[in-house]
């Protein structure tokens, strides 16, 4: 076995490599780091095992970058049926806390753990087998990961540990009978929402500019739509929320908010209390859309702008809306329906009153017609519905559906960044439009 050399005291090596291959890839590595490469390259490039640097090395020449610790790494996931029971394995290379807990109405199990990098396909969850159904996994607040498993019914959790020398994450599901029980709570309950710190990107709020709050859809593990090679819904909006974002801030007349700049989870109403709070003048909430039946998906496309309305403006709105409303419950956040409903038609009534759903309309009526200059639209683009994150009294917002994830041709489009950029132009070019209008103390007529 090939052991480091004297000089390289303080690097230790985890995990057997064997053959020729990993000691030339070590070759490398060493010529690399040596070369000032970077430490954190070549632990990236060579997952499976893993080189620590102990203080001691730090100060004899090697520097290692100088940020917080790696994150554990979740490399392999499986999922396998057996005589009754279902196992859903995560490979880790080290071992970490889990707390595992089950939910109900959906029936779902709530795994959270450190916050962990899943170098494992983004779409390995979408097939099911035995009792799992189906399964989500990501950044779910800071420092924190969750993987949601919803589930055929209510089970049992066999088994929630990480054993082995290899260490492994093994979940064992069992159906639950009854009288047989279901473990509800293995270590502690995690139904709070995501993301509830102020870690937000915000150009600092000069008092005479409008705020926009740009909200893109979805993010951590919850993916939002899927298309069919894998292209995320969470990854395009925020790619086009990130452009719009330099457009406005370039024009020097705006102030921008974002509810998330990287690809964390953040609730509904965490979108909605960061817009609240901070009085933004304008709301745009960002998605694209997907429809589940193949046979639909080569002839449905294009973009749609949503304003907030009780009564849907059709069916497809309003199953979008529910679906819409139902990330916090896919991501294992307790939903309380109820209340909601309440609070929706008080808001509505409060929109009412004030001027707040007369601007949402301008607004989407704008941009609308800036978009239809540059990209396909859905037939009756203006479109309204009860989605929770327009639910903003004082504030106009809109929800914006740029195309269908489910289209071939729309999806070529979505992860295109000349496409995106052209999307965030015509989104400026509506914001400008609105606020020179409002400036002049228009009033809007329907
Ligand atoms: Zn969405």
Redesign the pocket.
């Known amino acids: 076995m090939w052991k480091p050399p004297r000089a390289l005291g303080g690097i230790t090596r985890h995990m057997h490599i064997g053959g020729l291959a990993a000691v030339i890839r070590f070759a490398i590595f060493l010529i690399a780091h040596l070369a000032g490469a970077g430490f954190a390259l070549a632990q990236s490039q060579f997952s499976g095992w893993t080189i620590e640097v102990t203080p001691q090395a730090a100060t004899s020449g090697i520097k290692p970058k100088p940020s917080a610790p790696s994150k554990p790494t979740i490399t392999r996931v499986s999922l396998t049926e057996e005589a009754n029971l279902t196992r859903l394995v995560f490979d880790l290379n080290r071992k970490i806390d889990v707390s595992v807990s089950t939910l109900v109405d959906p029936d779902r199990v709530v795994v959270d753990l450190p916050e962990v990098d899943f170098r494992i396909s983004p779409t390995a969850g979408q097939n099911g087998k035995g009792l799992v159904k189906a399964f989500r996994f990501g950044l779910f607040d800071a420092n924190q990961s969750r993987v949601v498993i919803d589930t055929d019914g209510p089970v049992r959790v066999v088994k929630a540990q990480v054993e082995g020398k290899k260490p492994q994450l093994v979940l064992e599901f069992g159906r639950a009978t009854p009288g047989s029980g279901t473990v509800t709570d293995l270590s502690k309950p995690a139904l709070r929402p995501g993301y509830d710190e102020e870690p937000l990107v915000e150009t600092a709020r000069v008092s005479d500019r409008p705020l926009i709050v740009i909200d893109p859809?979805?993010g951590g593990l919850d993916p939002?739509?899927a298309g069919p090679d894998g292209l995320l819904?969470k990854d395009v909006v925020l790619a086009v929320a990130l452009r719009l974002r330099k457009l406005l801030a370039e024009t020097g007349r705006y102030s921008v908010i974002m509810t998330r700049d990287k690809d964390i989870y953040v609730s509904l109403d965490q979108r909605v209390r960061i817009s609240r709070q901070h009085k933004a003048d304008l709301f745009i909430s960002l998605?694209?859309d997907a429809v589940p039946e193949e046979s639909l998906a080569s002839v449905v496309r294009g973009g749609s702008v949503y304003t907030l309305s009780e009564h849907a403006s059709s069916e497809q709105a309003r199953r979008l809306a529910e679906k819409?409303n139902a990330v916090d419950i896919l991501a294992g956040v307790q939903s309380l329906a109820n209340e909601e409903a309440d609070e929706v038609r008080n808001i509505l009534f409060d929109l009412l009153q004030r001027e707040t759903a007369n601007f949402s309309a301008d607004f989407s009526r704008l941009l609308t017609n800036e978009l239809r200059k540059h990209i396909a639209l859905a037939r009756d683009p203006q479109r309204s519905a009860a989605f929770k994150v327009l639910q903003q009294p004082e504030s106009p917002s809109v929800l914006v559906e740029l195309g269908f994830m489910s289209n071939a041709d729309d999806q070529k489009l979505l992860r295109s960044p000349e496409w995106q950029n052209k999307v965030a132009r015509a989104i400026l070019a509506a914001i400008d439009s609105f606020f020179a209008k409002r400036a002049l103390g228009a009033v809007y007529v329907p």
């Open positions: 859809g979805h939002g739509a819904e998605h694209a819409e």
